[in-house]
């Protein structure tokens, strides 16, 4: 890192959920410049926007959430999620290692195919489901080969304030039905889109130099259907809650049946407190909503 007074990042895909989670928090930390950029501002798919906008910018850290991240969509629009997920992660690879940027790109557990029945690590060799997946997958193995300075963070099930995630699903069909049918049989744990933000910062704080691949979600493990049945339940909502097997909702993409990510690496490299993906979603809606648990 250069030796300015203040930290430089540059987040794409500053409109989603996790690029406006990561743009509230930083503005709030002293010591650090933000240049939150929207596809509007940059497309990461345009190599020469994002080699003129880096070199310019000079950011430290380059925070990639810009994504094609529908799943399904994925499966029907291949050249247009390549194009996001696989070109325009080589654009910020190659633009990030001309300038000296550190690259902290944004992975997935769809990367896995789920035949595993205890935590992935990071060493679990990968076999993605679904189009989505095998881009994500491509674009870790492409990283490396353009830079030496990057962490690649694999998250899952994100959810937070912003954006459409299964939290805003969950009150959406809540707030239309009695009775809300939710898929039961996929095992994973949520990511509380704050708490991979502040671990983000952990890293730029605490481990610049440490690049490689690391996961990251909350503690524990669940299935849609439980994690909707405790939204509800904190929200103090009364709907009926069906459990089904996912197949009734026809999805385009297969998704992995169990894609519980370990946080081992992270916890024995730096004592990284990871929180119960309940206790978040509690902070969660005690923060932004009417909670009543
Ligand atoms: N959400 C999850 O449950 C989940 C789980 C595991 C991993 N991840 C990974 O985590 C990261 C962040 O996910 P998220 O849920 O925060 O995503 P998101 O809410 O869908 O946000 C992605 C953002 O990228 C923008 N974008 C799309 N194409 C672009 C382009 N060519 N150039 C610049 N920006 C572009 C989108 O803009 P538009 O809205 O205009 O298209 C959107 O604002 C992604 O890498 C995703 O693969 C997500």
């Not at 989670?21 to 798919?45: C, G, H, M, V």
């Not at 944004?106 to 060493?123: I, Q």
């Not at 691949?213 to 909707?228: D, I, K, M, V, W």
């Not at 992270?266 to 909503?289: A, C, D, G, Q």
Request: a positive charge.
């Amino acid at each position: 890192m250069k030796n300015d007074k203040s930290i430089k990042v540059l987040i794409t895909g500053a409109g989603g959920l996790t690029g406006k989670t990561a743009t509230e928090y930083f503005k709030t930390q002293t010591n650090y410049q933000i240049f939150p950029l929207s596809r509007q501002d940059l497309d990461i798919t345009d190599a020469i926007a994002v080699q003129k906008t880096i070199s310019g910018l000079q950011p430290d850290f380059v925070l990639n959430c810009a994504a094609f991240t529908q799943v399904d969509l994925a499966e029907i629009k291949k050249a247009q999620c390549y194009a996001v997920n696989v070109t325009g992660v080589k654009n910020l690879a190659t633009a990030s290692h001309q300038t000296g940027s550190t690259l902290i790109h944004l992975s997935t557990d769809y990367v896995f195919d789920g035949a595993k029945r205890s935590p992935y690590s990071e060493n679990d060799p990968k076999n993605p489901l679904n189009y989505y997946g095998l881009t994500k997958s491509q674009a870790e193995d492409i990283i490396p080969q353009l830079t030496s300075r990057y962490f690649i963070i694999r998250p899952a099930w994100i959810y937070g304030k912003y954006g459409n995630n299964f939290f805003k699903l969950v009150l959406k069909l809540a707030e239309e039905n009695d009775v809300l049918k939710i898929s039961n049989d996929q095992i994973n744990t949520p990511t509380y889109a704050r708490d991979l933000v502040e671990f983000i910062h952990f890293i730029i704080q605490h481990a610049q130099d440490e690049y490689g691949l690391y996961h990251f979600s909350n503690e524990g493990q669940t299935t849609r259907y439980e994690q909707a049945k405790e939204i509800l339940k904190l929200l103090g909502k009364s709907n009926k809650i069906i459990p089904v097997d996912s197949s009734e909702f026809n999805p385009i993409a297969k998704r992995p049946p169990y894609s519980v990510l370990s946080k081992a690496k992270i916890k024995n490299k730096w004592h990284y407190p990871v929180k119960h993906w309940k206790e978040s979603l509690h902070t969660f809606i005690k923060t932004y909503y009417d909670y009543k648990s």
